[in-house]
């Protein structure tokens, strides 16, 4: 498992694997993540914070699920996704939210 902060980046999370030596060499090795993203450089301020956790089986299977949210914009959104790479195949669906942002509120 790995784990990690970058301060400067804004980038916050972990990933961690597995692998079958016996089926390794056909690919199947699996991963987990998730990653949080506050943009705090100068010049990323006031952008869209998000978290995205997933994880997958080698190129056979992969998942991703994504919340974001523009504090300055008014807007709270998820999207998840589900692929098979190998096949070039994947489905995403999502939803979004609209309130009244920052902006709106310092006019």
């Known amino acids: ?12 999370g972990y990933k961690s694997g597995w692998s079958v030596p016996l089926v390794q060499s056909l690919g199947v090795e ?15 301020l006031g952008k869209p914070i ?28 998820t999207n998840f996704g589900v692929g098979v790479p190998f096949a070039g195949v994947g489905v995403n669906t999502g939803v979004g939210v609209s309130f009244p942002s920052i902006n709106d509120i310092v006019g």
């Open 1 to 12: 498992m790995e784990v990690g902060a970058n301060w400067y980046e804004g980038k916050y």
């Open 50 to 77: 998000g978290v995205d956790v997933g994880g997958g089986v080698g190129p056979y299977y992969q998942q991703n699920q994504h919340v974001g949210v523009d504090y300055m914009n008014g807007q709270v959104g």
């Open 30 to 44: 699996g991963d987990t993540h998730a990653v949080v993203s506050v943009p705090i450089k100068e010049g990323e």
